[in-house]
C-alpha cells in the first residue's frame, strides 16, 4: 500500500510498495441512467465532486456487459453537444451514429470514434438490431478556448495491437508502448485499452507532465503503484510520474482504461451535454437547441426502437432539462496531484 507524507510543495506524496514515489487517489463511480430513468443505466467517474477532469477527459461513463434482451440496449435520440469531443470505445456490441455533420457509422468494438461538436452539434446513438452484449466507454474530452469553436468532425481508427510481457495494449489517443493514434485531439492526452495477464504486471513510461486515471472494467485484484483498485473505480495519479506499475494478481485476466493527459487549466461550465465557460454562454446553447437553431443542425434518418426501453415519450430528439433558478457555476478546479483517502 502507500505511505503518504506531504511533499515541500505541499502536494501528497507517497511511497509505494509496488513501485516508488507515485500516490494513488481512488474515484468510485455512480449509476446514472443514460436518456431518462427507463433507459440503460451507466457507471460514470467522471466528473465528480472530488475530481472533475484528468487531462481533458471531462466525463466518463462505462457500462455493462449488458444483455440487450434484458436492457432494451442504447436509444439516445438525437442530442447537442458543444465545446468537446466524444470518443466512443467498445468492447462488445454496436452502435449506430448519425449526427448533424452528415456522418453515418457503426462504432465497433476495437475501433475508436471521435466526433468533434465544435461550436454545436447533435447526433443519436442506438444499439443495432444484431447486438446482443453491449459493453464499453463513453468518454468526453473539454476543448479548449482556441478550438472550442472550431468545424465539426469526426474520426475513426483502429489501433494495431501492441504485445508486452504479459499482456496487450490499444492506444486509441495519444502515445503509449511505442504505439501512436493518428487522432486528431486538441491538448496533449493519452488514451488506452490494457488488457493483463493473470498474475502478470507492467511498469509504464509516462510523460511526467500529463495527470492520469486507470479505469477498472474487467479484473478482481487491479492495483496501481500497488494500491489496490476496485472494478469500475478509476485509480487516479497526479502529474510528475515518469513510470506507472500496473499489476494483476487475479486469476482472470484484467481489462482496463488507461486515460491520460496535461492538467486541463481552463475554467469549465458544464450542464446535461453543453460544455461552456458561463451560466450566460449555457442558457444561449440551451434556448438555441430547444428552438432547434442553426447552430446544431439536425440529424436525418433515426429510428428509435420502440419497445419498453425505448427513449423518453419515443421523441425524435431529447428536449434540454430546465435550468436552475441560480446561476451555474464552473467545475470545481483541483490541484493535479493525487489524494489519497
Not at 449488458?66 to 442504447?74: R, Y
Not at 466512443?88 to 449506430?96: K, M, P, R, Y
Not at 444499439?127 to 472550442?148: N, Y
Request: charged letters at 20%; one cysteine or more.
Amino acid at each position: 500500500m502507500s505511505d503518504t507524507e506531504i511533499g515541500p510543495d505541499g502536494a501528497p506524496r507517497g511511497q509505494s510498495d509496488c513501485a516508488g514515489g507515485v500516490s494513488v487517489e481512488i474515484i468510485t463511480a455512480r449509476d446514472v441512467p443514460l436518456g431518462g430513468p427507463r433507459a440503460m443505466n451507466v457507471r460514470r467517474t467522471l466528473p465528480q465532486r472530488k475530481r472533475s477532469t484528468i487531462g481533458a477527459w471531462c466525463f466518463a461513463d462505462h457500462y455493462g456487459p449488458d444483455d440487450v434482451a434484458a436492457t432494451g440496449g442504447m436509444d439516445v435520440a438525437p442530442h447537442p453537444h458543444t465545446g468537446l469531443q466524444t470518443a466512443s470505445w467498445l468492447f462488445a456490441g454496436t452502435i449506430a451514429h448519425r449526427d448533424s455533420g452528415g456522418v453515418v457509422a457503426d462504432v465497433l468494438p476495437g475501433e475508436i470514434n471521435l466526433m468533434t461538436s465544435g461550436a454545436g452539434i447533435c447526433h443519436s446513438e442506438t444499439s443495432t438490431a444484431d447486438t446482443t452484449i453491449l459493453h464499453g466507454v463513453q468518454l468526453w474530452i473539454a476543448l479548449p478556448s482556441e478550438s472550442r469553436n472550431s468545424p465539426r468532425g469526426f474520426e475513426n481508427h483502429r489501433p494495431p495491437e501492441t504485445l508486452f510481457d504479459g499482456g496487450s495494449a490499444l492506444v486509441f489517443i495519444g502515445s503509449l508502448l511505442g504505439s501512436t493514434s493518428p487522432v486528431t485531439t486538441h491538448t496533449p492526452l493519452l488514451g488506452a485499452e490494457l488488457r493483463l495477464h493473470p498474475h502478470s504486471c507492467i511498469t509504464l513510461d509516462v510523460d511526467p507532465d500529463f495527470e492520469h486515471g486507470l479505469l477498472v472494467d474487467t479484473g478482481a485484484a487491479v492495483s496501481l503503484e500497488g494500491v489496490p483498485v476496485p472494478k469500475d473505480a478509476i485509480g487516479y495519479t497526479g502529474i510528475g510520474a515518469r513510470t506507472l506499475r500496473v499489476t494483476n494478481d487475479g486469476d482472470a485476466a484484467a481489462r482496463l482504461v488507461l486515460l491520460g493527459g496535461t492538467p486541463f487549466a481552463e475554467e469549465l461550465v458544464m450542464f446535461w451535454n453543453f460544455l461552456g465557460r458561463s451560466s450566460e454562454e449555457i442558457q444561449r446553447f440551451r434556448d438555441e437547441w430547444q428552438a432547434g437553431g442553426d447552430r446544431f443542425g439536425r440529424v436525418d434518418g433515426y429510428i428509435g426502437h420502440g419497445g419498453p426501453n425505448r427513449n423518453a415519450a419515443d421523441m425524435s430528439w431529447l428536449p434540454a432539462p430546465t435550468l436552475p433558478a441560480t446561476p451555474l457555476r464552473p467545475r470545481r478546479t483541483t490541484p493535479p496531484h493525487a489524494r489519497p483517502s
